[in-house]
């Protein structure tokens, strides 16, 4: 006999069509109808187990029954062309659900696909299918792999350095020219006392009295400013210049110094209030006196002398720019340098 439960009890594959549907009914009636009458054998109805069966089995084997072989399941056959369902079904047939092996079967829960209703083949109206409709899902947008790259080194930026600002020599020439000046007027006074001593202007009881007066006078003012503009224009002029310079510009300055001389004499008349003929003799009665060339050798003198402390601290500061430059060409020749703190 053929075990039941490779007869039945498998899930039930969706039918593709109709004729596929009769077939497979047909299959499934004639195999309930021959596990039926298997399960109604009397050989079959109280199985016994192998241990009673080794007890109650005689000694001699010649004794013993044979049992006749379970004969062979009939093979399917062919899906037979579709054919009119019976109306009504046989009512003599055992339904084959009813007996104790279909009731010790695990049938497998039904789907919704496993119970659906299947029209009748004697409805000759055509069953139309329709074709599964496939929904694509939504796609599956993959997130982005986040690669942490290696992290680069970064550059470091270093400021070159600057050319070295070359020093000059002008404001210091301008500040020596100032005690230059200071001691062209202590001079230049001196001289013109001096000179008013000689013809009997200044004695020595109003000495104090003609050097106050002095003090206030254009005639002396004038001829130290000319001086020290002369002095610090030649100093601007020459700015690093060595001594020479300032001995041989000298006579410049000197002749600045006596054209002040002549100005400071304008200035104390007033010019202003002179006509054009006044003013020229004026400056032409003060072109051989001793004061105007007392003014022309203290300026030349004076730019000498001051001209060689300018020159002096020139050369200083030609020495400290000569250092400047190599300690830049230096730090170029050396490169870029990575100073850790």
């Given at each position: 006999m053929s075990d039941p439960k490779s007869s039945y009890g498998e899930p039930v594959e969706e039918p593709g069509g109709v004729d596929d549907v009769v077939g497979r009914a047909n299959e499934g009636l004639a195999e309930a109808e021959a596990a039926g009458r298997g399960a109604d054998a009397p050989g079959t109805s109280d199985p016994e187990t192998p241990a009673d069966a080794a007890t109650d089995a005689p000694s001699d084997p010649a004794d013993a029954p044979v049992e006749?072989?379970?004969a062979a399941a009939p093979?399917?056959?062919?899906?037979?062309?579709?054919?009119?369902?019976?109306?009504?079904?046989?009512?003599?047939?055992p339904d084959p659900w009813d007996s104790a092996e279909a009731a010790s079967l695990e049938v497998p829960s039904a789907t919704l696909a496993d119970t659906a209703v299947y029209a009748s083949a004697a409805d000759e109206s055509p069953t139309v299918v329709d074709a599964p409709v496939v929904t694509p899902s939504e796609p599956v947008v993959a997130e982005p792999a986040v690669v942490v790259a290696a992290a680069a080194p970064q550059p470091i930026f270093v400021q070159?350095?600057?050319?070295?600002?070359?020093?000059?020599?002008?404001?210091?020439?301008?500040?020596?020219?100032?005690?230059?000046?200071?001691s062209f007027a202590v001079?230049?006074?001196?001289?013109?006392?001096?000179?008013?001593?000689?013809?009997?202007?200044?004695?020595g009881d109003n000495i104090g009295t003609s050097v106050v007066d002095a003090l206030g006078t254009w005639s002396l003012w004038v001829p130290v400013v000319?001086?020290?503009?002369?002095?610090?224009?030649?100093?601007?002029?020459?700015?690093?210049?060595?001594?020479?310079?300032?001995?041989?510009?000298?006579?410049?300055?000197g002749a600045a110094a006596y054209g002040g001389h002549i100005l400071g004499a304008l200035f104390?008349?007033?010019f202003w209030e002179l006509t054009a003929s006044e003013g020229g003799a004026l400056a032409e009665a003060q072109l051989l006196t001793p004061l105007a060339f007392g003014a022309f050798v203290i300026g030349r003198e004076l730019t000498?002398?001051?001209?060689?402390?300018?020159?002096?601290?020139?050369k200083r500061v030609t020495e400290l720019n000569i250092e400047a430059q190599r300690e830049y060409e230096r730090t170029l020749e050396a490169g870029p340098q990575l100073v850790r703190q």
């Open positions: 006749p072989e379970p093979e399917p056959a062919a899906a037979p062309e579709p054919v009119a369902a019976p109306e009504t079904p046989a009512a003599a047939e070159a350095p600057e050319a070295p600002r070359l020093r000059g020599n002008r404001a210091a020439a301008g500040a020596i020219g100032l005690l230059a000046a200071l001079l230049y006074l001196a001289l013109g006392l001096g000179v008013r001593a000689i013809e009997g202007d200044v004695t000319v001086f020290f503009l002369a002095f610090w224009l030649l100093g601007a002029i020459i700015n690093r210049g060595r001594w020479g310079a300032w001995v041989v510009f000298g006579l410049l300055v104390q008349a007033p000498i002398w001051f001209g060689a402390w300018a020159a002096a601290r020139a």
